[in-house]
Each structure stands twice: as structure tokens, then as C-alpha cells.
């Protein structure tokens, strides 16, 4: 839970609330596999927020400028989302920003350290992975 509330960019001005990056994320991420964008549904399946808050979160990415909402001609229920320039630009400038904040955490935490949690980490999982 503490993990949650980290946020590498969160003194800069860059810094977006970390749904609406994790629907830009979702967004350009299918947008790359399909010229047709993502559906409202599948942003809200796949990162597990409920429909009210993707309703928000879209909403304020809009008004931003960041993305753009179009009604599927062949199914009207069914609506798409895609980056625009900007959003696509605020998304690469808050991964550059978290990259940032990222990297001097680490450099605190130390390379031992890192290395350390990384193997921990692995090894967690492997015994996840054999529950399975």
C-alpha cells in the first residue's frame, strides 16, 4: 500500500494524477497495436477502476486535450478513445518525469540494494508462480 503512493513526478509540472496516466498508458499502448484506439470498457477492465471513474478521468483528459472520444459507427454503444499530439506529448513528459524521480530514488537506495531487492523479488515470485 505505501508503494501506491509513490509519486516519482509529483513536485514538477509534468505531473498528471496517476489514473489519467495509467489511461493515457492504456490508451497509447493500444493505439500502437490498433489505428482504432481503445475501448471505454477495456481501459476500465484492464486497469480494474470502476465505469464512474474512467467517466471522470476521460472527461478530464478531454477538457486537456489529451485525448479524443468517438462513437463506433457500427455499434453506437461502443465508444473509442485515442491520444491526441498532446496527450501523447504529456505522456512521454511524465515518463520522462518518473524516469527522473525514479533514478534518484535509486541512486539513494544504492546499487547494492537495488540488486538485492531485484533477486528478492524474483524469488518471490518464483514460489508465486508454483502456488499457481
Known sequence: ???????????TACALPQTELA???K????CRRSAEGVCVSSIQENLHISKPAVSQTLNSLEQKGFIHRTIDPNDRRKI???????GQTALNDAKMCFDKGLDSVLEQFG???AKSLVELIN???DII????
Do not use: G, H
Open 129 to 132: 508462480e508454483t502456488k499457481n
Open 23 to 25: 489511461v493515457l498508458l
Open 1 to 11: 500500500m505505501r508503494f501506491k503512493r509513490f509519486d516519482a513526478c509529483a513536485d
Open 111 to 113: 546499487e547494492e540494494n
Open 80 to 86: 473509442t478513445v485515442t491520444l491526441t499530439c498532446e
Open 27 to 30: 490508451a497509447s499502448t493500444c
Open 123 to 125: 524469488r518471490l515470485m
